[in-house]
Nanobody, 126 residues
């Protein structure tokens, strides 16, 4: 069974940093591209960041560019999201998603991804 599990969410202060992890099962191929999405209350699910299997490039939403960093360790089947300079508007449920194929013009589309985790809550207080 293919599954993804997010961890690292919690309550943090604005201006601080937090790291999230997305760990895949051993049935998930390490060649999968992994992305992070988030959904705030009353808003649509939005793209955050993506990284291909090679790890040689990354993609970020404008809202997090320069503050968030996505990385992966294929030996551990884990993708990380380092969030710096957190703002209250970053408050959301964060989901990781996996895709066997990732095309640059489709990276931010949720329909690109084949598998999803259950999410982890990140709350940023001012």
């Amino acid at each position: 069974q293919v599954q993804l599990v997010e961890s690292g969410g919690g309550l943090v202060q604005a201006g601080t940093s937090q790291s999230l992890s997305c760990t895949t099962s051993r049935f998930t191929f390490s060649q999968y591209a992994i992305s992070w999405f988030r959904q705030a209350p009353g808003k649509e699910r939005a793209f955050v960041a993506a990284i291909p299997w090679s790890g040689d490039r990354t993609y970020y939403a404008d809202s997090v560019k320069g503050r968030f960093t996505i990385s992966r360790d294929n030996t551990k089947n884990t993708v990380y999201l380092r969030m710096n300079s957190l703002k209250p508007e970053d408050t959301a449920v964060y989901y990781c998603a996996a895709a066997a194929y990732l095309f640059e013009d489709e990276v931010a589309r949720s329909t690109t991804y084949d598998y999803w985790g259950r999410g982890t809550q990140v709350t940023v207080s001012s």
